[in-house]
C-alpha cells in the first residue's frame, strides 16, 4: 500500500496551536513556522520517494531475500531516486529519511525506533498523534506520531497479516503475535471512537532470572528460599497480581526451579514463557478462522494435555472455564503445577476462581468448588506494581483447608510498607509473619528448614 499525496498536507501531529501574544513571542512564531515549512518539505520528499520506490521496487519479491539483502537493495533504490531528485541533503537527513522510509516498506513505521528499545515493556498508540511507552514501570508520551488514522491502519494491517488475521468493520477488534513474541491488541472503529487504537506488551530478549528479581528488590533470597523448596516439594501454586505487576516474570523464574528429569507441558493464550528445561511441550490455544471455525481453547488444551503424561503443568493465565480441569489435574495427581490469575490480593485470588469454576458451566454446590479449590490450591503467590513503577511480591499465603463453608487461608510472608520518599519510592521490608505452615513436613523434606528462616525472618 502506498502513502498517498494527502498525507504531506496531514495535521502535523495533531497537536493544539499555541497562542502567540506578547512582545517577543512574534520571533517564536517565525521560528515555528520556519520549522513547519521544514518539516512540511521533509514529509512531501518521504511520500515523494515512497511512491516511487514502489515503481522500482517489487515489494512481493523482497519476501524471498534474506534480511540483509533486503535492507541493502531498498537502501541502494532509495539513494538512486534522491540522486535522481537532485535534493541537497546533509548525511544525517539522508540517513534519517533512508531509515524511517525503510522502517515504512520493510517494518512498523514510526514504532520501529520503540521495537528497538528493550527497556519499554509497552507501547500503547491511543490514536495517530498520541503514543506512549512504558519505561520502569512508568508512562511516559513520546513525540512519535503517525500522519493520520489511514496510516495507523496500514501499519495495523501490516502486522495483523502477518499472522493469518484481519481487522476491519465486521471484525474490528483482534488479538496477534509478534514475531518477537510481543503481544499485540487492535481495536477500530466504530467500537474505538477516537479513531484505532494499537498496544502492544513487549517481552525483552533478556529474560530477568530469580537473581534479577532479587536485585531488583522485588524480592529477597530468603523468600527464594522458600519458593525453591514449595516448587521441590511439588507444592501447587498460584501466582496473582494485576495488570502489568510482573505475573508472567515471577512464572518463568519460579518454572526454573522444576528438575531437568520432568515432562513440563505449557498451556497459553499467547505465548510467553521461555522454560529452560530440555523436556517442554509448548500449547497455545487459537483464534477462530476468518469463517468463525477451528478455534481451540485453553480448556480443549488443558483437557488434551491431561493425555500428554506430564509432570507439571503450567498455565500461562487463567481466564475461564479450563480453571475446572486445572484444579482437577492439580488435585488428581499433578501436583508442583503452576498457574497465574489476575486479582488484587490473595482472598480476591479465591473469589475468582470460584466465578470462574461457575462460568465453566458445571452445575455444582457452592461447598463443593470451595472443597475443590482448598484440595487443589496450595500457595498464593501475589505480586504488585507499586505507585512508584516497582514489582514486588506482597505476600505469599497457603490455603490450609476448610473450615465450615470458608477457605482458610494464612499469610507466611510479607511486604511491609514503611515510608514514601519525596521522591515518591516506595521503602519497606519483607518480613515473616511467624505462622507455622501447614506443608512443614513437605518443605523440610525438600530441604528447607522452616523453624530457622521464618524466626530470621521474623525478628528483622
Known amino acids: 500500500?502506498?502513502?498517498?499525496?494527502?498525507?504531506?498536507?496531514?495535521?502535523?501531529?495533531?497537536?493544539?496551536?499555541?497562542?502567540?501574544?506578547?512582545?517577543?513571542?512574534?520571533?517564536?512564531?517565525?521560528?515555528?513556522?520556519?520549522?513547519?515549512?521544514?518539516?512540511?518539505?521533509?514529509?512531501?520528499?518521504?511520500?515523494?520517494?515512497?511512491?516511487?520506490?514502489?515503481?522500482?521496487?517489487?515489494?512481493?519479491?523482497?519476501?524471498?531475500?534474506?534480511?540483509?539483502?533486503?535492507?541493502?537493495?531498498?537502501?541502494?533504490?532509495?539513494?538512486?531516486?534522491?540522486?535522481?531528485?537532485?535534493?541537497?541533503?546533509?548525511?544525517?537527513?539522508?540517513?534519517?529519511?533512508?531509515?524511517?522510509?525503510?522502517?515504512?516498506?520493510?517494518?512498523?513505521?514510526?514504532?520501529?525506533?520503540?521495537?528497538?528499545?528493550?527497556?519499554?515493556?509497552?507501547?500503547?498508540?491511543n490514536g495517530y498523534n498520541q503514543v506512549y511507552v512504558e519505561k520502569r514501570g512508568k508512562l511516559h508520551a513520546t513525540d512519535i506520531v503517525f500522519q493520520d488514522d489511514q496510516h495507523l491502519m496500514m501499519i495495523i494491517d501490516r502486522i495483523v497479516s502477518r499472522v493469518g488475521r484481519r481487522v476491519d468493520e465486521s471484525s474490528p477488534m483482534v488479538d496477534a503475535?509478534?514475531?518477537?513474541?510481543?503481544?499485540?491488541?487492535?481495536i477500530i472503529p466504530p467500537l474505538a471512537l477516537d479513531g484505532p487504537s494499537l498496544s502492544i506488551r513487549r517481552f525483552g530478549k533478556h529474560r530477568f532470572d530469580i537473581g534479577a528479581l532479587v536485585e531488583k528488590d522485588a524480592l529477597t533470597w530468603d523468600l527464594v528460599e522458600f519458593l525453591l523448596?514449595?516448587?521441590?516439594?511439588?507444592?501447587?501454586?498460584?501466582?496473582?497480581?494485576?495488570?502489568?505487576?510482573?505475573?508472567?516474570?515471577?512464572?518463568?523464574?519460579?518454572?526454573?526451579?522444576?528438575?531437568?528429569d520432568e515432562r513440563i507441558v505449557t498451556i497459553e493464550d499467547s505465548a510467553e514463557l521461555s522454560l529452560q528445561q530440555?523436556?517442554?511441550?509448548?500449547?497455545?490455544?487459537?483464534?477462530?478462522?476468518?469463517?468463525?471455525?477451528?478455534?481451540?481453547?485453553?480448556?480443549?488444551?488443558?483437557?488434551?494435555?491431561?493425555r500428554m503424561r506430564p509432570d507439571r503443568i503450567v498455565v500461562g493465565e487463567v481466564r475461564g472455564a479450563e480453571v475446572f480441569d486445572m484444579l482437577q489435574a492439580m488435585s488428581t495427581g499433578?501436583?508442583?503445577?503452576?498457574?497465574?490469575?489476575?486479582?488484587?490480593?490473595?482472598?480476591?485470588?479465591?473469589?475468582?476462581?470460584?466465578?470462574?469454576?461457575?462460568?465453566?458451566?458445571?452445575?455444582i454446590p457452592q461447598r463443593a468448588m470451595r472443597q475443590q479449590i482448598?484440595?487443589?490450591?496450595?500457595?498464593?503467590?501475589?505480586?504488585?506494581?507499586?505507585?512508584?513503577?516497582?514489582?514486588?511480591?506482597?505476600?505469599?499465603?497457603?490455603?490450609?483447608?476448610?473450615?465450615?463453608?470458608?477457605?482458610?487461608?494464612?499469610?507466611?510472608?510479607?511486604?511491609?510498607?514503611?515510608?514514601t520518599t519525596p521522591a515518591g519510592k516506595i521503602n519497606g521490608a519483607f518480613q515473616s509473619t511467624g505462622i507455622r505452615s501447614t506443608y512443614t513436613q513437605r518443605l523440610e523434606t525438600a530441604g528447607y528448614k522452616t523453624e530457622s528462616k521464618v524466626i530470621k525472618m521474623a525478628a528483622r
Open 1 to 125: 500500500m502506498r502513502l498517498t499525496d494527502r498525507l504531506s498536507n496531514a495535521p502535523r501531529g495533531g497537536r493544539p496551536p499555541e497562542i502567540v501574544g506578547g512582545g517577543g513571542s512574534l520571533i517564536g512564531a517565525a521560528v515555528r513556522r520556519r520549522k513547519d515549512a521544514i518539516a512540511d518539505s521533509s514529509r512531501r520528499l518521504k511520500v515523494k520517494v515512497h511512491n516511487r520506490l514502489f515503481e522500482t521496487i517489487d515489494v512481493s519479491k523482497l519476501e524471498t531475500l534474506e534480511p540483509a539483502m533486503v535492507s541493502a537493495k531498498v537502501t541502494a533504490a532509495i539513494n538512486d531516486i534522491l540522486n535522481e531528485d537532485g535534493r541537497l541533503l546533509t548525511d544525517t537527513d539522508r540517513s534519517r529519511l533512508i531509515e524511517e522510509l525503510k522502517n515504512e516498506l520493510l517494518g512498523l513505521g514510526p514504532l520501529e525506533p520503540l521495537l528497538r528499545d528493550d527497556e519499554i515493556t509497552d507501547i500503547l498508540v
Open 177 to 186: 503475535r509478534l514475531p518477537d513474541g510481543s503481544r499485540i491488541n487492535a
Open 229 to 260: 523448596a514449595v516448587v521441590r516439594a511439588r507444592l501447587n501454586v498460584i501466582v496473582c497480581g494485576g495488570t502489568g505487576s510482573g505475573k508472567t516474570t515471577m512464572l518463568n523464574c519460579l518454572s526454573a526451579f522444576f528438575p531437568e
Open 278 to 306: 530440555p523436556h517442554v511441550v509448548r500449547l497455545e490455544t487459537r483464534p477462530p478462522n476468518l469463517e468463525g471455525r477451528g478455534e481451540v481453547t485453553q480448556r480443549d488444551l488443558v483437557k488434551n494435555c491431561l
Open 334 to 363: 499433578h501436583d508442583g503445577s503452576i498457574a497465574t490469575i489476575h486479582s488484587n490480593s490473595p482472598r480476591e485470588c479465591l473469589g475468582r476462581l470460584e466465578m470462574m469454576m461457575l462460568l465453566s458451566g458445571m452445575s
Open 374 to 419: 482448598a484440595s487443589a490450591v496450595n500457595i498464593i503467590v501475589h505480586v504488585s506494581r507499586l505507585s512508584d513503577g516497582s514489582r514486588k511480591v506482597m505476600r505469599i499465603s497457603e490455603i490450609s483447608g476448610m473450615e465450615g463453608e470458608m477457605i482458610m487461608m494464612q499469610d507466611l510472608f510479607e511486604f511491609v510498607r514503611a515510608d
